[in-house]
């Protein structure tokens, strides 16, 4: 295949947002699309560790190629304010990760606010820019599950059903995407455990539940942390790949694969 531009450069012209993008898994992702040439849009509640790594990554890539907005994706408001934000300065939004989560049993109507209503919440505003029946230019959007969104963890309910939530969300909006003509794809991503802050302490955040932690434990010396950039190549692999919609890509330290679903015809 002829390539006009070198692979680095595959992104050159797309604005990026990426909820989450602070630190973690989010952060890599936002590194990993800038490294791919995408201007990228970081938002996050974590005002000091999302302009770090601005400040950092414009040494880098130069001025206006990344802007941290605070953004609590549990506020339609925020959303709205932060993509007008980015639609006003850069033109246009042509990616969208919904990465922000987070684990705790205990508050467990906030886990449900931030893991999956905060997914629904950034695909529906970033559909008002990116739908090609409304005006925009199309898209994709690939939202962060986890293996814990294909089969149940049990010191986590809560989480475990936010994260089924976000892959059932993903391929029901990829399929009402296609019917309707949007031009925006919707893919998830499921990685297993990966050395984040999300993964610490993990006792103290599952609550009325902390007396299951061996089992998950237990797991996690087995199978072995990812890193979070192996998680980012994975990302951009859905960002990149235009025949991937409706897609759910399992990530393990040992390789990664698209998950198949029963039939429903
Ligand atoms: N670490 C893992 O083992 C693992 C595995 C699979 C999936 N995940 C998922 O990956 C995503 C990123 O998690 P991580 O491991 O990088 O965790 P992390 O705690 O390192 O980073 C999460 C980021 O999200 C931000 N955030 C939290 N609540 C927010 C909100 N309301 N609005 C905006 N930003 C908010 C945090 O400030 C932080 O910067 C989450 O959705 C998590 O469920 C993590
Ligand atoms: C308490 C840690 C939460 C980490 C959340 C993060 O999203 C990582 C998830 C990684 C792996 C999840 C695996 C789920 C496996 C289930 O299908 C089941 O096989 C697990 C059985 C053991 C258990 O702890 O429930």
């Not at 059903?161 to 991503?189: D, E, L, P, Q, W």
């Not at 993964?199 to 942390?225: P, R, V, W, Y």
């Amino acid at each position: 295949m002829l390539r006009l531009t070198s692979p680095k450069m595959a992104l050159d012209g797309k604005i990026a947002v990426v909820t989450g993008a602070a630190v973690g898994i989010g952060e890599a992702i936002a590194r990993t699309l800038l490294q791919n040439s995408a201007t990228v849009v970081l938002l996050d509640v974590n005002d000091a560790a999302g302009k770090a790594v601005v400040e950092d990554v414009t040494k880098q890539y130069g001025e206006d190629k990344a802007l941290f907005l605070r953004c609590n994706v549990e506020s339609e408001e925020q959303i709205k304010a932060a993509f007008q934000k980015t639609v006003d300065t850069f033109g246009g939004i042509d990616i969208l990760c919904n990465n922000a989560g987070i684990l705790n049993e205990s508050e467990w109507e906030k886990t449900v606010s931030v893991n999956l209503l905060g997914v629904v919440r950034g695909t529906y505003v970033a559909l008002q820019h990116m739908n090609k029946l409304t005006g925009g230019r199309g898209g994709v959007v690939v939202n962060t599950a986890s293996m814990a969104g294909l089969g149940p963890l049990v010191s986590c309910p809560v989480y475990t059903a936010t994260k089924h939530g976000v892959v059932g969300f993903t391929r029901a909006m990829a399929a009402a995407s296609a019917v309707s003509g949007y031009g925006v794809r919707c893919n998830a991503i499921c990685p297993h455990f990966v050395q984040t802050d999300l993964i610490t302490n993990i006792k103290s955040k599952l609550g009325q539940f902390s007396h299951l932690d061996d089992a998950t434990n237990q797991m996690m010396e087995n199978t072995g942390l990812l890193t979070v950039s192996e998680v980012a190549e994975s990302v951009l692999e859905l960002v990149m790949d235009e025949t991937k919609n409706g897609d759910v890509l399992m990530i393990l330290k040992q390789g990664k694969q698209y998950i198949t679903f029963p039939s429903m015809q």
